[in-house]
């Protein structure tokens, strides 16, 4: 199927992106919110966009031309009517996104396709709400969308092969890089990576083993990290980790929030956006890039920061989830980390990261499942660099 119309739900800080990137791709794209108003800022915020990347010469179209490909309209049935292909960007809610799905599916060309840009919902159930499961697929598009390269390709488990491969297509032609996540698990890959992260990194504060600036200082200077994961969560905001973190744990994944963010989530100490979080800022907004002693980077040894996410990034290799290609493109692209989580787990040593994993439980008092994987690579001493072998040769 050839998409050349692309309807866009909810025209908030993604919709918005999303709708602009399709329309620079060349694609006629229709945005539709609740209300007028909503529309008109999201046009605003893309003429705004538009005109900076044209300047900057990476687009060659005038901004006038590239938005003139977008309508916008509050009516569901005037964006839908003839759309190829559906992203739907509105709020992360199961019910709003059920009953936009129930009203597209009753709306949009039999043949169209129906995809939800959701960070945390499963695409079986959004699919659930339609008469066409399997033309229902997740594309999980990061913010901002214009800058950021990656797209997560979600399976739900109706999606057919022809929908993954046109949406594949699609994204191809958004000149996004795609990993394809093969079963409708919470978080995706990206999310679940990160949780590990934030939730490890918060542990060891709380149990007095480290500092928020150790870790950061860690990450920094000894792995190269642009940004170091408390640093991150401020600025992405703890709200959004605090929401997500909650859905996904309600749909079976296993973590516990960390204390310490619970509290600062009640004390709306949400990162930049509230002026404190984990670190100070100037003000409410004013991000300021948090200044990090390099001593404390000698302070942790840094495969315990990472040694969960490694954990779950073998469940997902070995479940079939996505490829390790596709892992370690996620958190590259997805998390901006300088390298792959394998390339990471292949220089400290499996045989390091699973005592790492082992010290970890110890420390919270909360086992963690080593993945069989990690321990069948420590039986046959595929330790990583220093045996020539882990998770690839060398
Ligand atoms: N913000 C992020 O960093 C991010 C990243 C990846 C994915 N997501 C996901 O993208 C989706 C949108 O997130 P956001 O941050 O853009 O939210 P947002 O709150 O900025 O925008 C959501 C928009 O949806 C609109 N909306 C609500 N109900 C609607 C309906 N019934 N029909 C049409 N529009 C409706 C709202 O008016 C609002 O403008 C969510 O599913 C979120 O989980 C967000």
Redesign the pocket.
């Known amino acids: 199927m050839e998409v050349s119309k692309i309807a866009v739900?909810?025209?908030?800080?993604?919709?918005h992106g999303i709708a602009e990137i399709c329309a620079i791709s060349g694609f006629e794209v229709s945005l539709?919110?609740?209300?007028e108003n909503?529309l008109n800022s999201a046009i605003e915020k893309i003429k705004w966009s538009l005109e900076k990347l044209y300047e900057k010469k990476q687009i060659k179209e005038e901004p006038s031309q590239v938005l003139a490909r977008i309508k916008t309209s509050t009516s569901l049935d005037e964006v839908l009517k003839d759309a190829d292909f559906m992203i739907e960007?509105?709020?992360?809610d199961l019910n709003?996104k059920r009953?936009?799905f129930k009203k597209a599916d009753m709306l949009a060309p039999s043949q169209a396709i129906l995809a939800s840009?959701?960070?945390?919902l499963p695409i079986t159930e959004i699919a659930e709400s339609t008469q066409r499961k399997s033309k229902v697929i997740g594309t999980?598009?990061?913010?901002p969308p214009v800058l950021m390269k990656l797209v997560e390709i979600v399976r739900g488990k109706y999606t057919d092969d022809a929908t993954l491969n046109v949406s594949i297509q699609l994204c191809k032609k958004l000149e996004k890089e795609i990993v394809v996540v093969n079963k409708d698990i919470p978080g995706f890959v990206v999310n679940r990576i990160l949780a590990r992260v934030v939730d490890t990194a918060c542990m060891l504060v709380y149990n007095g083993v480290a500092d928020v600036e150790d870790v950061d200082a860690v990450l920094r200077y000894r792995l190269n990290f642009p940004m170091g994961v408390f640093e991150v969560a401020d600025y992405?905001g703890l709200d959004?980790f605090y929401f997500i973190h909650g859905i996904m744990t309600s749909r079976g994944f296993k973590a516990r929030l960390c204390p310490i963010l619970e509290e600062k989530f009640k004390n709306k100490e949400y990162g930049v956006k509230t002026g404190k979080g984990f670190y100070t800022y100037p003000g409410p907004g004013k991000y300021q890039k948090p200044q990090l002693e390099k001593e404390r980077a000698t302070k942790l040894d840094p495969s315990i920061i990472l040694a969960h996410a490694i954990n779950e990034a073998a469940y997902l290799l070995r479940e079939g989830i996505a490829t390790k290609s596709d892992i370690d493109k996620a958190v590259m692209l997805g998390l901006g980390y300088p390298k792959g989580i394998f390339r990471f787990a292949d220089e400290f040593g499996i045989d390091r990261v699973v005592a790492a994993l082992e010290k970890l439980s110890e420390i919270t008092g909360e086992e963690i499942e080593i993945d069989p994987l990690l321990s069948k690579m420590v039986k046959e001493n595929k330790l990583g660099v220093k045996t020539n072998e882990g998770f690839y040769r060398y």
């Open positions: 739900i909810g025209a908030g800080t993604m919709g539709n919110d609740v209300a909503i960007a509105a709020i992360e709003v009953d936009i840009n959701t960070s945390s999980h598009f990061f913010n992405s959004v």
